[in-house]
């Protein structure tokens, strides 16, 4: 079992540090994902990369995964489902982009 306190402290940590770096326009949102948010995800206890080789209806994590909102159709970064179920879903920013 990991401890996620202490990895999400290291990824905190390594943030601040680079933070100058992580705000530049050239870093990009697939590289947050990679460097950051898949690690954190893992760290809360979801399979994120299909260790446990799941079939794709099953899986913990859906990457961009279709769904309809308002008769259009979005695919957002990150599908957290529970048993085939779609409890939430993530969508990433890279760090230079303002709300």
């Known amino acids: 079992m990991t401890n ?4 999400i402290r290291e ?7 680079n933070l100058r770096a992580y705000k530049s326009p ?6 947050l994902k990679h460097d950051f948010l898949n690690k ?18 099953h899986r913990d994590v859906i990457f961009e995964d ?6 259009g159709t979005k695919a957002p970064d990150y599908c957290f489902t529970l048993a ?4 939430f879903f993530v969508e990433a ?7």
Do not use: H
């Open 11 to 17: 990824l905190v940590g390594q943030f601040e540090t």
């Open 66 to 71: 279709s769904i309809k909102i308002g008769g």
């Open 40 to 57: 954190f995800f893992k760290a809360l206890g979801w399979d994120v990369y299909n260790e446990k080789n799941a079939a794709p209806q």
């Open 26 to 31: 050239t870093y990009k949102e697939e590289q």
């Open 4 to 7: 996620a306190p202490e990895i």
């Open 84 to 87: 085939g179920k779609r409890m």
């Open 93 to 99: 920013k890279k760090p230079s982009v303002d709300n």
